[in-house]
Antibody, heavy 124, light 107 residues
Framework: QDQLVQSGAEVKKPGASVKVSCKAS????????INWVRQAPGQGLEWMAW????????KYAQKVQGRVTVTTDTSTSTAYMELRSLRSDDTAIYYC?????????????????WGQGTMVTVSS | DIQMTQSPSSLSASVGDRVTITCQAN??????LNWYQQKPGQAPKLLLY???NLKTGVPSRFSGSGSGTDFIFTISSLQPEDIATYYC?????????FGPGTKVDIK
């Protein structure tokens, strides 16, 4: 069964960084891109970033570009999202989500398999 | 960025009712539209991709149609387990963008 399992909740102070992990199982990790999507409390969904696990190519939303880095470790089938210079409005549930198709063009696809989400709270 | 709108923002219907949600893009996105279901406290789940294709394992009471700028999502016979918020999402242009969601509950 294809699955993504994320790391646990984090509480950070403004200005700090957070790194969320997303471990894949049940499928060939290198064959599918991974997206990161966040959801502020009571709000809608916001796409943040995409990475090709195959070649490491990345795409970022302009809103977070310069503060976010997505990486993968193929030896452990794990994707990571690091967000720096945290602000209170970064408080959200962060989801990883796999592309539906095996392709390396970018986040031009449906988000087929989702992690359970990681709550990141930014508070002084 | 492509702006996505949905209507209604919420609806209340009886079990067995036909439910329709519309999604509109502010520019032509061809058929590059997906629909997700998010139940309270859960991650979203993909229901339909490319406007009208049902993901394997998703009940056939869910369907979608449309192309260009106007899309429709339908639940043919609302079930209690369909209580959720439904989101459309375009992937024609970067960044992928979601609609604001439609909250569906039981009357």
């Amino acid at each position: 069964q294809d699955q993504l399992v994320q790391s646990g909740a984090e509480v950070k102070k403004p200005g700090a960084s957070v790194k969320v992990s997303c471990k894949a199982s049940g499928y060939t990790f290198m064959n599918y891109g991974i997206n990161w999507v966040r959801q502020a409390p009571g709000q809608g969904l916001e796409w943040m970033a995409w990475i090709s696990v195959y070649n490491g190519n990345t795409k970022y939303a302009q809103k977070v570009q310069g503060r976010v880095t997505v990486t993968t470790d193929t030896s452990t089938s794990t994707a990571y999202m690091e967000l720096r210079s945290l602000r209170s409005d970064d408080t959200a549930i962060y989801y990883c989500a796999r592309d539906r198709r095996s392709q390396d063009d970018g986040p031009f696809d449906a988000f087929d398999i989702w992690g359970q989400g990681t709550m990141v709270t930014v508070s002084s | 960025d492509i702006q996505m709108t949905q209507s209604p923002s919420s609806l209340s219907a009886s079990v067995g009712d036909r439910v329709t949600i519309t999604c509109q893009a502010n520019q032509d996105i061809r058929h590059f539209l997906n629909w997700y279901q998010q139940k309270p406290g859960q991650a979203p789940k993909l229901l339909l991709y490319d406007a009208s294709n049902l993901k394997t394992g998703v009940p056939s009471r869910f369907s979608g149609s449309g192309s260009g700028t106007d899309f429709i999502f339908t639940i043919s016979s609302l079930q209690p387990e369909d209580i959720a918020t439904y989101y459309c999402q375009q992937y024609h242009n970067l960044p992928p963008t979601f609609g604001p969601g439609t909250k569906v509950d039981i009357k």
